[in-house]
């Protein structure tokens, strides 16, 4: 009983644990933030190019379309599920129009999107779990998508975060250094499970 509701397993979308999501993250910023420390002028490049990059606004806004397809398709829509031929028929209408027409910064708002998306198995990762440590997790779940909001809606911030981040030596390799200690606490985490069972 979850709220006055019953809780039932059965309906959440994903199938993703909590320590499979740490894992995942975990790994995630230690390879990104290890390239940001190692290979910093590579990584400063690709990140000034990636906001108004066509390439990589075509590659993020049809996996954005891909997903969400395929959750229409298979999910339980409850009221709306008469609606779901009809919301898989527009999608790839979306997506074209998407394409074609949202030149200004394509790639930061389907790149929201993306973070929007995948922001849902990891809370769901985390859901009802006891361990106080899976606040780690969801914590940084929501400060994601707070800037993802940011970027879907206003785009030019991640040109502005990205061009404050890489203003200065100092500052990069200190934002480096925290992603790297946040990325193996995140790794670390799950080895104390098993303890506590």
Same mark, same amino acid.
């Given at each position: 009983?979850?709220?006055?509701?019953l *809780?039932?397993? /059965?309906?959440?979308? *994903?199938?993703l644990?909590?320590?499979t999501?740490?894992?995942l993250?975990g790994l995630?910023?230690?390879v990104?933030?290890?390239?940001? =420390?190692?290979?910093?002028?590579?990584?400063q &490049?690709w990140?000034?190019? $990636?906001p108004? /990059?066509k390439?990589?606004? !075509?590659?993020?806004?049809?996996?954005?379309a891909g997903? !969400?397809?395929?959750l229409?398709?298979?999910?339980?829509?409850?009221?709306?599920?008469p609606?779901?031929?009809?919301?898989?028929?527009?999608?790839?209408?979306?997506?074209? =129009?998407?394409?074609q *027409?949202v #030149?200004e910064? $394509?790639?930061v708002r389907a790149?929201?999107? $993306?973070?929007?998306l995948?922001? #849902?198995?990891l809370?769901e990762?985390a !859901?009802l779990r006891? #361990?106080? /440590?899976r =606040?780690?997790?969801?914590?940084?779940?929501?400060?994601?998508?707070?800037?993802?909001?940011?970027?879907v %809606?206003?785009? !030019?911030?991640?040109?502005?975060?990205? %061009?404050?981040i890489? %203003?200065g030596?100092?500052r990069?390799?200190?934002a480096?250094?925290?992603?790297?200690?946040?990325?193996? =606490?995140?790794?670390?985490l799950?080895?104390? *499970? %098993?303890?506590? &069972?």
């Amino acid at each position: 009983m979850v709220g006055g509701v019953l *809780y039932a397993p /059965s309906l959440m979308i *994903y199938t993703l644990k909590l320590e499979t999501a740490l894992y995942l993250v975990g790994l995630i910023l230690m390879v990104a933030h290890a390239l940001a =420390l190692f290979r910093p002028q590579a990584t400063q &490049a690709w990140l000034r190019a $990636l906001p108004r /990059s066509k390439a990589l606004g !075509f590659v993020f806004v049809t996996v954005a379309a891909g997903w !969400f397809a395929w959750l229409v398709w298979t999910m339980d829509l409850g009221e709306f599920t008469p609606w779901r031929r009809t919301v898989l028929l527009a999608t790839p209408v979306a997506w074209w =129009l998407a394409w074609q *027409y949202v #030149e200004e910064f $394509l790639a930061v708002r389907a790149l929201g999107m $993306l973070v929007l998306l995948g922001a #849902e198995p990891l809370l769901e990762a985390a !859901f009802l779990r006891p #361990e106080m /440590s899976r =606040l780690f997790l969801v914590t940084l779940v929501y400060g994601w998508i707070v800037l993802a909001l940011f970027w879907v %809606g206003m785009p !030019f911030t991640l040109r502005n975060q990205i %061009g404050w981040i890489t %203003g200065g030596e100092t500052r990069w390799r200190a934002a480096a250094f925290a992603g790297l200690a946040y990325g193996a =606490l995140l790794l670390v985490l799950p080895l104390t *499970y %098993g303890r506590h &069972a």
